[in-house]
């Protein structure tokens, strides 16, 4: 993530996954939350979909579902 412009879009890009109630990206610190009942696989796939790439958890950025 490059600007807050890049945290909306994956922000709303995840958050049109089907079983996504909830998705936060916060720019400042690099992370994303998710709520709702999705497996990470697909929250992954959107999120390199929507052009942008995913790190594994304590490197930067991560991803927190649940």
């Known amino acids: 993530m490059d600007c807050a412009e890049c945290a909306l879009t994956l922000e709303k890009g995840v958050a049109k996954l089907e079983g996504?109630?909830?998705c936060q990206v916060n720019f400042a610190v690099a992370k994303m939350r998710v709520s709702?009942?999705?497996?990470?696989t697909k929250i992954v796939k959107q999120i390199k979909t929507l052009g942008y790439g995913v790190t594994e958890a304590g490197q930067r950025p991560v991803i927190l579902t649940g």
């Open 20 to 22: 996504v109630t909830e």
């Open 36 to 40: 709702g009942d999705v497996d990470e």
